[in-house]
């Protein structure tokens, strides 16, 4: 049995899934719990593989997010925040934050634009980094692990996956979402390396939900 790390983009991975299936959520603020994930990915992975030589077992989660502002998003933030302690009750689960970037409205100046209250008008929240805690995750696991997966459908990881690979020391697989009106299913692809992916379908989805 191969122990299994995962390395999850959480919100490449939650707002990718939630584009493709929303249409059979009747709960839209139902959100990805990442043990169920990579729980259902493993059943799913076992299903496709040939070889008894391939089959994993879930050693660890370890999942990078985005954290909203307490001042500008407070109730996102109390949710992150809640869901941290509810997934970390599963020794297996590590959530790690990184505080989102945010643009805020401005005049012709480039003074900041406030609102009626005096607060600052939000335009876009952005994550900054968290590709970076991913592909540094992707090859420091593959050091401890005999599988790697990487959960994210995000192309800036590409030349990770070719690095951790590299190594030699771990199998390195790669995770995506699929439709049969998205069959080229964006998957990553190395430049240097052929990589095993898992592709998880609507019903797959719908077992993920917290």
């Known amino acids: 049995m191969l122990r299994t790390a995962f390395v999850i983009d959480y919100q490449n991975v939650n707002l990718v899934g ?3 299936f929303r249409h059979s959520l009747q ?11 990579s729980e259902q990915l493993l059943i799913k992975r076992e299903l496709n593989q040939k070889s008894e030589k391939f089959k994993a077992i879930l050693g660890q989660v370890i999942v ?23 997934w970390e009750q599963d020794s297996k689960v590590s959530i790690y934050h990184r505080p989102l970037k945010y643009d805020f409205q401005r005049d012709e100046t480039g003074k900041i634009i406030l609102d009626e209250s005096g607060s600052k008008i939000v335009i876009r929240r952005r994550e900054k ?4 805690l991913c592909a540094l995750a992707l090859v420091r696991e593959a050091k401890k692990f005999d ?11 590409i030349p990770a996956i070719d690095e951790a690979c590299a190594l030699g020391s771990a199998k390195i697989e790669t ?36």
């Open 147 to 157: 599988l790697v997966i990487l959960a994210s459908q995000d192309s800036d990881l």
């Open 129 to 132: 980094g968290i590709d970076v």
């Open 64 to 86: 990078f997010s985005g954290l909203p502002s307490p001042t500008y998003d407070p109730e996102q933030n109390a949710k992150a925040w809640s869901q941290k302690a509810k």
């Open 27 to 37: 709960n839209k603020s139902l959100s990805l719990n990442p043990l169920k994930f």
């Open 18 to 20: 939630l584009n493709l």
């Open 175 to 210: 995770f995506s979402w699929y439709t049969k009106d998205n069959r080229r299913s964006r998957e990553l692809k190395p430049e240097k390396h052929k990589v095993w992916n898992t592709r998880l379908d609507e019903l797959d989805y719908l077992k993920c939900l917290d």
